[in-house]
Protein backbone atom coordinates (compact mmCIF):
# COMPACT_ATOMS: atom_id res chain seq x y z
CA UNK A 1 0.00 0.00 0.00
CA UNK A 2 2.48 2.54 0.99
CA UNK A 3 4.21 1.70 -2.37
CA UNK A 4 1.38 2.64 -4.33
CA UNK A 5 0.97 5.67 -2.62
CA UNK A 6 4.78 6.40 -3.64
CA UNK A 7 4.51 5.59 -7.16
CA UNK A 8 1.20 7.79 -7.36
CA UNK A 9 3.13 10.42 -6.05
CA UNK A 10 5.66 10.09 -8.91
CA UNK A 11 3.53 10.26 -11.04
CA UNK A 12 4.56 6.77 -12.85
CA UNK A 13 5.86 7.47 -16.40
CA UNK A 14 4.38 6.84 -20.16
CA UNK A 15 6.29 3.94 -21.05
CA UNK A 16 6.72 5.70 -24.16
CA UNK A 17 9.15 7.94 -22.19
CA UNK A 18 12.46 7.72 -23.54
CA UNK A 19 14.80 4.80 -21.13
CA UNK A 20 11.50 4.29 -19.35
CA UNK A 21 12.61 0.69 -18.28
CA UNK A 22 15.57 2.14 -16.98
CA UNK A 23 14.03 4.76 -15.42
CA UNK A 24 11.45 2.17 -13.46
CA UNK A 25 13.79 0.52 -12.23
CA UNK A 26 15.09 3.39 -10.46
CA UNK A 27 11.81 4.23 -8.84
CA UNK A 28 11.29 0.52 -7.38
CA UNK A 29 15.45 1.15 -5.86
CA UNK A 30 14.41 4.77 -4.28
CA UNK A 31 10.87 3.35 -2.38
CA UNK A 32 13.64 0.89 -0.60
CA UNK A 33 15.82 4.29 -0.22
CA UNK A 34 12.41 6.13 0.54
CA UNK A 35 11.39 3.76 3.68
CA UNK A 36 15.06 4.11 5.24
CA UNK A 37 14.71 7.55 5.15
CA UNK A 38 11.90 8.05 6.31
CA UNK A 39 11.91 5.12 9.41
CA UNK A 40 15.60 4.66 10.36
CA UNK A 41 17.33 7.61 10.47
CA UNK A 42 18.47 9.38 14.02
CA UNK A 43 18.07 13.15 14.91
CA UNK A 44 16.28 16.07 13.36
CA UNK A 45 15.84 16.35 9.20
CA UNK A 46 13.65 16.65 6.17
CA UNK A 47 14.16 14.77 2.93
CA UNK A 48 13.56 15.14 -0.46
CA UNK A 49 12.72 12.43 -3.67
CA UNK A 50 13.17 13.92 -7.38
CA UNK A 51 14.75 17.51 -6.61
CA UNK A 52 15.64 19.51 -9.53
CA UNK A 53 17.66 22.23 -9.10
CA UNK A 54 18.51 25.04 -11.70
CA UNK A 55 21.87 25.04 -13.30
CA UNK A 56 20.76 28.01 -14.98
CA UNK A 57 17.60 29.96 -16.61
CA UNK A 58 16.70 26.95 -18.98
CA UNK A 59 18.44 23.70 -17.98
CA UNK A 60 18.02 21.49 -14.26
CA UNK A 61 19.59 18.58 -12.87
CA UNK A 62 17.73 15.85 -11.01
CA UNK A 63 18.82 14.94 -7.84
CA UNK A 64 17.74 11.49 -6.27
CA UNK A 65 17.46 12.48 -2.76
CA UNK A 66 18.45 15.55 -0.40
CA UNK A 67 18.40 14.94 3.13
CA UNK A 68 18.49 18.30 5.11
CA UNK A 69 19.91 17.15 8.45
CA UNK A 70 20.91 18.71 11.83
CA UNK A 71 24.24 17.49 11.13
CA UNK A 72 24.50 18.14 7.37
CA UNK A 73 23.48 17.51 4.08
CA UNK A 74 23.08 14.31 2.43
CA UNK A 75 22.79 14.31 -1.28
CA UNK A 76 22.22 10.46 -2.55
CA UNK A 77 22.29 9.11 -6.57
CA UNK A 78 20.48 5.69 -6.47
CA UNK A 79 21.42 3.09 -9.37
CA UNK A 80 19.69 -0.06 -9.38
CA UNK A 81 21.34 -1.95 -12.18
CA UNK A 82 22.67 -5.38 -12.17
CA UNK A 83 26.05 -6.98 -12.48
CA UNK A 84 29.54 -6.22 -12.11
CA UNK A 85 30.91 -2.37 -11.45
CA UNK A 86 34.09 -1.34 -12.00
CA UNK A 87 35.52 2.05 -12.47
CA UNK A 88 37.86 4.61 -11.08
CA UNK A 89 36.79 7.47 -8.84
CA UNK A 90 38.13 10.26 -11.65
CA UNK A 91 37.29 8.64 -14.36
CA UNK A 92 34.27 9.84 -16.68
CA UNK A 93 32.35 6.40 -17.50
CA UNK A 94 32.25 3.28 -15.05
CA UNK A 95 31.61 -0.02 -16.80
CA UNK A 96 28.69 -2.56 -15.53
CA UNK A 97 29.13 -6.18 -16.62
CA UNK A 98 26.68 -8.81 -16.82
CA UNK A 99 28.34 -11.81 -16.99
CA UNK A 100 25.29 -13.92 -17.48
CA UNK A 101 24.28 -11.95 -20.89
CA UNK A 102 28.31 -11.57 -21.52
CA UNK A 103 27.51 -7.92 -21.61
CA UNK A 104 29.17 -4.79 -21.26
CA UNK A 105 27.58 -1.58 -20.35
CA UNK A 106 29.36 1.95 -19.88
CA UNK A 107 27.78 4.46 -17.62
CA UNK A 108 28.23 7.98 -16.49
CA UNK A 109 30.61 7.70 -13.54
CA UNK A 110 28.00 8.52 -10.23
CA UNK A 111 30.70 10.28 -8.11
CA UNK A 112 31.11 12.82 -10.75
CA UNK A 113 27.23 12.98 -11.69
CA UNK A 114 26.67 13.50 -8.00
CA UNK A 115 29.24 16.13 -7.72
CA UNK A 116 27.37 17.96 -10.30
CA UNK A 117 24.27 17.60 -7.95
CA UNK A 118 26.20 19.23 -5.10
CA UNK A 119 27.76 22.18 -7.34
CA UNK A 120 24.10 23.21 -8.12
CA UNK A 121 23.03 22.70 -4.60
CA UNK A 122 25.31 24.72 -3.29
CA UNK A 123 24.52 27.59 -6.51
CA UNK A 124 21.43 27.32 -4.99
CA UNK A 125 21.63 27.41 -0.80
CA UNK A 126 22.86 30.41 0.70
CA UNK A 127 26.22 28.13 2.60
CA UNK A 128 27.59 31.14 4.10
CA UNK A 129 24.43 31.98 5.87
CA UNK A 130 24.26 28.94 7.58
CA UNK A 131 27.96 28.04 7.86
CA UNK A 132 28.24 25.10 5.97
CA UNK A 133 31.80 24.05 4.91
CA UNK A 134 31.83 21.33 2.11
CA UNK A 135 32.78 18.53 4.53
CA UNK A 136 29.39 19.12 5.80
CA UNK A 137 27.87 17.90 2.26
CA UNK A 138 27.85 14.12 1.95
CA UNK A 139 28.11 12.28 -1.12
CA UNK A 140 26.39 8.99 -1.35
CA UNK A 141 26.06 6.91 -3.98
CA UNK A 142 23.71 4.21 -3.77
CA UNK A 143 23.57 0.98 -5.77
CA UNK A 144 20.59 -1.61 -5.64
CA UNK A 145 21.59 -5.23 -3.67
CA UNK A 146 22.07 -6.90 -7.27
CA UNK A 147 25.04 -4.88 -8.17
CA UNK A 148 28.15 -6.05 -7.15
CA UNK A 149 30.69 -3.13 -6.08
CA UNK A 150 33.13 -4.47 -4.31
CA UNK A 151 35.64 -3.04 -6.80
CA UNK A 152 34.43 0.52 -6.57
CA UNK A 153 32.92 0.65 -2.71
CA UNK A 154 34.36 3.65 -1.21
CA UNK A 155 33.77 4.74 2.40
CA UNK A 156 35.86 8.06 2.96
CA UNK A 157 34.88 10.64 5.26
CA UNK A 158 32.14 12.51 2.89
CA UNK A 159 31.77 9.94 -0.34
CA UNK A 160 30.49 6.91 0.01
CA UNK A 161 29.62 4.12 -2.80
CA UNK A 162 27.40 1.26 -1.60
CA UNK A 163 24.71 -0.96 -1.88
CA UNK A 164 21.23 -0.52 -0.69
CA UNK A 165 21.23 -2.84 2.42
CA UNK A 166 24.62 -0.85 3.91
CA UNK A 167 22.71 2.62 3.63
CA UNK A 168 21.34 2.78 7.18
CA UNK A 169 24.10 2.01 8.92
CA UNK A 170 26.42 4.14 6.49
CA UNK A 171 23.48 7.32 7.20
CA UNK A 172 23.69 6.80 10.98
CA UNK A 173 27.02 6.21 11.22
CA UNK A 174 27.84 9.60 9.83
CA UNK A 175 25.31 11.20 12.09
CA UNK A 176 26.80 9.54 15.28
CA UNK A 177 30.13 10.66 14.23
CA UNK A 178 30.00 14.45 13.59
CA UNK A 179 28.47 17.14 15.80
CA UNK A 180 24.93 19.10 15.00
CA UNK A 181 25.78 21.82 12.76
CA UNK A 182 22.08 22.98 12.04
CA UNK A 183 19.10 23.70 14.34
CA UNK A 184 15.48 23.01 13.43
CA UNK A 185 14.81 26.88 12.40
CA UNK A 186 17.87 26.57 9.74
CA UNK A 187 16.60 23.00 8.60
CA UNK A 188 13.23 24.28 7.81
CA UNK A 189 14.83 27.81 6.05
CA UNK A 190 17.24 25.30 3.48
CA UNK A 191 14.01 22.46 3.04
CA UNK A 192 11.71 25.53 2.05
CA UNK A 193 14.16 26.41 -0.98
CA UNK A 194 14.55 22.30 -1.42
CA UNK A 195 11.00 22.05 -1.67
CA UNK A 196 10.55 24.60 -4.07
CA UNK A 197 12.69 22.54 -6.46
CA UNK A 198 11.07 19.24 -5.43
CA UNK A 199 7.50 20.47 -6.60
CA UNK A 200 8.10 21.87 -10.06
CA UNK A 201 5.79 21.33 -13.57
CA UNK A 202 5.34 17.95 -15.45
CA UNK A 203 7.10 20.07 -18.34
CA UNK A 204 9.82 20.49 -16.00
CA UNK A 205 10.49 16.71 -15.22
CA UNK A 206 9.53 16.26 -19.26
CA UNK A 207 11.87 18.44 -20.54
CA UNK A 208 14.41 17.20 -18.17
CA UNK A 209 13.87 13.61 -19.27
CA UNK A 210 14.08 14.38 -23.05
CA UNK A 211 17.75 15.95 -22.55
CA UNK A 212 19.49 13.70 -21.05
CA UNK A 213 22.67 12.65 -22.20
CA UNK A 214 24.97 11.88 -19.04
CA UNK A 215 23.07 8.31 -18.68
CA UNK A 216 23.34 6.56 -22.11
Partial sequence: EEYKRYIENKKTLPKETPNYYNLYKGIVAEFEVYKIIHRKLFGEYRFFNSVYLPKNEKEVTETDFIIIHENGIFVLEIKNIYGNIYGEVESDNWIQRIEEQNK????????????????????????????????????????GNNSNVDSVRLNESNLKVINIDELEDTLNDIINNNLNILDQNQIDEISSVIEEYSEVDESVKVNHINSITEYS
Avoid: A, G, R
Fill in 104 to 143: IVNIYNPIKQNKNHIKYLKQNINMDKYNLLDENIYSIIVF
